[in-house]
């Protein structure tokens, strides 16, 4: 009875040792081959997600359910997408992206999955994280922490948090071009911690709530 039993125990053992040792790397390796990216993602358990390769990315944003909000426990828009009083200069100036207010410090997500093409300071948007998705689609993050989590060349899937909410005011560079009334150095064109955040779309900026529904 007790040769039967270790008899029968071993038989899953070595099936797990063969799909683990043999079939799964067949597979991953198959699929790497054919153009697939793989990357091994940790939660409760280790699992594989794959996406297809197309120039380093892939096409993924192409209706509204493909995207995610990307301040989470925050959706109040203090500046909407279009033409607007600029509240740092007075100015009527085009607003390519729409302001989310939220907390110094919360966490910024990715929208959807993509490559990291920028991750430093941009203009009057202040240090900024930029994604490439695909198809033509780029998501724009701005007024960032400085103390990036992501870097260029970075795979992110969709939800991953790629940066923070960052200060209105950070350390003076030869690149901070923007201050206050007081002279203070300003994370980009800024009156307090938020998200600006905007898409562009081959090249052109389009309204980023038309994403979703």
């Known amino acids: 009875m007790q040769?039967?039993?270790?008899?029968l125990s071993i038989i899953p053992i070595a099936l797990s040792l063969l799909i683990s040792l043999i079939i799964i790397p067949h597979i991953v390796n198959s699929l790497i081959d054919s153009g697939y990216q793989v990357k091994l993602v940790y939660?409760?358990?280790?699992?594989?997600i794959f996406f297809q390769n197309n120039n380093n990315h892939t096409n993924w944003i192409t209706n509204n359910s493909d995207v995610i909000w990307p301040t989470p426990g925050y959706k109040k828009?203090?500046?909407?997408?279009?033409?607007?009083?600029?509240?740092?200069?007075?100015?009527?100036?085009?607003?390519?992206?729409?302001d989310i207010g939220a907390a110094q410090g919360s966490n910024i997500l990715s929208i959807a999955n993509g490559k990291v093409t920028h991750?430093?300071?941009?203009g009057a948007n202040g240090y900024t994280v930029i994604i490439d998705h695909g198809g033509g689609y780029k998501s724009i993050y701005?007024?960032?922490?400085?103390?990036?989590?992501?870097?260029?060349?970075?795979?992110v899937l969709q939800g991953?948090?790629?940066?923070?909410?960052?200060p209105k005011y950070?350390?003076?560079?030869?690149?901070?071009?923007?201050?206050?009334?007081n002279g203070n150095t300003t994370n980009g064109?800024?009156?307090?911690?938020?998200?600006?955040?905007a898409i562009s779309k081959n090249g052109k900026k389009i309204n980023p709530k038309s994403l979703y529904n």
Do not use: C, Q
């Open 119 to 122: 991750a430093s300071w941009y």
């Open 43 to 48: 939660n409760k358990n280790p699992s594989f």
């Open 170 to 181: 950070v350390k003076s560079t030869s690149y901070t071009t923007y201050k206050d009334s």
């Open 77 to 98: 828009i203090t500046s909407d997408f279009g033409t607007r009083i600029s509240p740092t200069t007075g100015a009527a100036t085009m607003h390519g992206g729409i």
């Open 160 to 166: 991953d948090v790629i940066a923070k909410i960052g």
């Open 3 to 7: 040769k039967s039993f270790l008899s």
């Open 189 to 197: 064109a800024t009156t307090g911690p938020h998200l600006h955040f």
């Open 142 to 155: 701005g007024h960032v922490d400085p103390d990036f989590l992501v870097k260029v060349g970075d795979e």
